[in-house]
């Protein structure tokens, strides 16, 4: 009689789990990434009140079965669904990633590796890819400094994206050029007293932006190409504030620097042109902050006394703004029979491009173009354009490449299929920042859940060797801008939910039966 009782009890504390995890998983309903859990019964125990016995050869008797009572039911397995991948959710967050497959993310609190499902991530206030939950850093690896483009897949570490030096793309200075379209033997330009004039952009090594001007005249066999002069492609529009001397009591502001001079300003914005004894030339620079050179007449001792923006002594400007630029050769050859160009190497078909030089030596010694420039004139023709020609320079080689860059902000971020982290920058540029490792596990539902979306290992789930996989190395891949949704079964959870019910009812009753029976049992004595 009391085993029944206790077998009751067994059912009713067994059920009641299994609502447990029922509970759980409509709770969870709408977690991100949650992996559902059930629940599998197995008998608790039995009593055996007589064994098993063989049967008997010489009696003829045959064998009989034990005979064993159960005593109730327990809590055979909670599994968690793992396998089975949640709807997707469309965010429009490039940080929001989804897996696709049955790999981890491998995120890090600052001292152990955890593992997750939830890619929904952010970039922190150090630039860090995080967990908007809890702020766990995004693990994987990072490029290599050595070989930019090439990731190397190593110990996972945090994937900083958006460090202050990954920000900004370097600045290349212009190493190729080339001149495209037609010169017209008649055109008037080619017998204009300048010429017909073309110009090329160009940057320094340090991103500063230049313009190169050429002119192109007719010559009896041959076409003249002169280099004329090379000017700062942007207008400096800063006002400079320039302080002399204190014993002058001068005070001016240069205003609108332009490459034929400058228009000067006293510190009440009023224009003045011509200020006392002083004689004041502004040179044309291409930085953002500029400097002046001074010339003071009446007192030697000041004469050739530079000062900078801020009023403080100031020697040199800082790029060595362009003094000249030459070529290396300077006449244009064509066929007069096919129009076509005919600078070439000689006793090659292979192209003779134009050396372009530019002193743009600083005072302290540094080279603004470090590289020779080189300017190829293959595709240019000598055609018959009914009077007017087209040639016109361009920056780069025929491909576009080699034509140098400003300095890039950085204007974007994207993750590929592949985890790869990469950054796109206004000056046209993109760079690689990282890529996202994930870890795959022999057993995932070996894996021990530990709250806020995170998974830890377990020696039934595998170890993680810390460094991990591509995603790519099996069948997955990665998604941005949606999330993996929650993969309960709403529909399953209440079915399981009115069998557990009843269940739990069912051993309800076996307790106030066995209750009853045991009523009537005490009642046979009056």
Do not use: C
Request: net charge negative; charged share 15%; hydrophobic share 30%.
């Amino acid at each position: 009689m009391m085993r029944s009782l206790f077998s009751g009890v067994a059912g009713l504390k067994t059920h009641q789990t299994k609502m447990d995890v029922i509970g759980n998983n409509i709770a969870n309903v709408n977690t991100v990434a949650y992996k559902s859990q059930n629940v599998t019964f197995q008998e608790l125990m039995y009593q055996t009140t007589q064994s098993a016995s063989a049967a008997n050869a010489a009696t003829g008797r045959g064998g009989i079965n034990a005979k064993q009572i159960g005593l109730g039911v327990m809590t055979g397995a909670i599994n968690a669904n793992i396998s089975t991948s949640g709807a997707s959710q469309s965010t429009g967050n490039p940080f929001d990633v989804q897996i696709k497959g049955d790999s981890f993310f491998v995120v890090s609190d600052g001292s152990n590796n955890y593992f997750t499902r939830a890619g929904a991530f952010y970039v922190d206030g150090m630039g860090n890819l995080a967990m908007t939950s809890n702020g766990y850093t995004v693990m994987g690896w990072q490029e290599d400094p050595n070989n930019p483009g090439t990731i190397i897949k190593n110990t996972v570490t945090p994937l900083r994206i958006m460090s202050p030096e990954k920000l900004v793309s370097e600045p290349e200075q212009t190493t190729n050029s080339y001149l495209s379209g037609v010169i017209d033997k008649n055109s008037t330009q080619l017998s204009s007293t300048k010429g017909l004039i073309t110009n090329i952009s160009l940057y320094d090594n340090l991103g500063y932006s230049y313009i190169a001007k050429f002119a192109i005249t007719d010559y009896t066999s041959a076409y003249t190409v002169t280099s004329d002069t090379i000017t700062p492609g942007t207008t400096n529009v800063d006002k400079y504030y320039i302080e002399f001397p204190a014993d002058s009591g001068k005070f001016i502001q240069a205003s609108g620097v332009a490459v034929d001079g400058v228009t000067y300003y006293d510190r009440t914005d009023t224009k003045i042109a011509k200020e006392g004894d002083y004689n004041i030339q502004a040179f044309d620079l291409v930085d953002s902050k500029g400097y002046s050179l001074i010339h003071k007449k009446t007192e030697p001792g000041y004469e050739k006394t530079g000062y900078d923006a801020e009023g403080g002594p100031g020697e040199k400007d800082s790029t060595g703004f362009p003094k000249s630029i030459s070529l290396d050769q300077n006449t244009l050859h064509y066929d007069p029979k096919t129009g076509k160009n005919q600078n070439l190497i000689p006793g090659t078909t292979n192209e003779q491009p134009f050396t372009i030089t530019i002193d743009a030596t600083t005072p302290d010694g540094i080279q603004a173009f470090q590289d020779p420039i080189k300017m190829f004139v293959g595709t240019s023709t000598m055609y018959d354009n009914k009077g007017t020609s087209t040639i016109k320079g361009n920056s780069g080689n025929y491909e576009g490449q080699y034509a140098g860059r400003k300095v890039g902000q950085m204007s974007g971020v994207a993750i590929g299929q592949d985890g790869k982290i990469t950054a796109t920058y206004d000056n046209g540029t993109s760079k690689l920042l990282g890529q996202i490792a994930v870890a795959n596990f022999a057993n995932p539902s070996g894996l021990e859940k530990i709250g806020d979306n995170l998974y830890q290992s377990t020696p039934n789930s595998g170890a993680f060797d810390g460094i991990g996989e591509d995603i790519t190395a099996g069948s997955g891949s990665l998604s941005t801008g949606v999330l993996e949704m929650s993969n309960v079964d709403l529909s399953a959870e209440f079915t399981d939910m009115i069998t557990t019910q009843r269940g739990f009812q069912a051993n309800s009753r076996i307790i106030t039966v066995s209750d009853s029976m045991l009523e009537e049992l005490t009642n046979l004595k009056r």
